[in-house]
């Protein structure tokens, strides 16, 4: 057990610095970690790393929100809506095979890695540029909140590594901007889903309060380098892909055997 403590809250600083530097990747980096490094089971993972990731998400909000990096109105309306879809689909996403989950969950990944990699050599904002809200934004951000809401609900994760994109593709906001307002929706999305799966049983409350501890810590660390990489967008666009890449790779070799063996 005590191993086990020490190996979540290890991961847990991970899954924190992740958070703090690019507002995603912390759910992606959770599930397989709590599967492979601590040992929980499928559906525990996806349960305990969703309510994780919320805690040290909402945390790493007010780190933003305290630097500038957060656009409100964007930031509420993108959690409200998107909680909504994050319900529906944690719902069907517990009736769904665990490994055949985490595989298709690595597909999405490389495809959402691809994305940012494309947006990468694209013009992006200013800085400084003030929040957009028009009726277009309005409706394009309360679509992208809801497919994005759905789809992290369904694969168990706070989804910042759709959130940002999300944003992104739906405002046209800097990087900086995008990280630091996904995290509210990151909070609500994972929260969402962590209700249901506790409701199932499907929580296990010891590792979740270690991988937290330990979030809060690397999560300090990651919000300080992602103000010092906001200047160079290509570079913090790069960290997110690259990391998106790495984790789906090797989530995509573990559990590859959940189609070939049927």
């Not at 990944?109 to 947006?119: Q, T, Y």
């Not at 679509?143 to 989804?159: K, P, Q």
């Not at 913090?236 to 063996?261: D, E, H, I």
């Amino acid at each position: 057990m005590l191993i086990q403590a020490v190996l979540a809250v290890v991961c847990g600083s991970l899954v924190g610095f992740t958070l703090g530097l690019i507002g995603g990747g912390g759910s992606i980096m959770a599930t397989p970690l709590l599967l492979y490094v601590v040992g929980l089971p499928p559906h525990v993972s996806i349960g305990t790393g969703a309510l994780a990731v919320s805690v040290n998400s909402l945390i790493n909000f007010g780190g933003h929100a305290r630097s500038g990096n957060v656009h409100w109105r964007t930031a509420i309306l993108f959690a409200m809506v998107g909680i909504v879809g994050a319900a529906i689909g944690s719902a069907l996403g517990k009736t769904f095979d665990g490994q055949r989950l985490l595989f298709l969950f690595a597909v999405l990944m490389v495809v959402v890695g691809i994305m940012i990699l494309l947006r990468s050599s694209r013009p992006d904002g200013k800085a400084g540029a003030a929040e957009s809200f028009t009726a277009a934004v309005l409706a394009k951000v309360s679509l992208a909140a809801m497919a994005v809401g759905m789809l992290s609900g369904f694969f168990g994760i706070g989804g910042g590594f759709l959130i940002v994109p999300g944003l992104l593709f739906s405002t046209g906001m800097p990087m900086i901007f995008a990280v630091g307002s996904s995290l509210l929706a990151v909070g609500g999305f994972g929260l969402s889903t962590a209700v249901n799966y506790g409701w199932s049983g499907l929580v296990n409350w010891q590792v979740a309060a270690e991988y937290i501890a330990g979030g809060i810590v690397g999560g300090l660390i990651g919000m300080r380098l992602c103000n010092h990489l906001a200047p160079r967008k290509t570079a913090l666009n790069k960290v997110f892909a690259g990391l998106v890449f790495v984790v789906a790779a090797y989530m995509l070799y573990r559990n590859l055997g959940a189609f070939t063996s049927t």
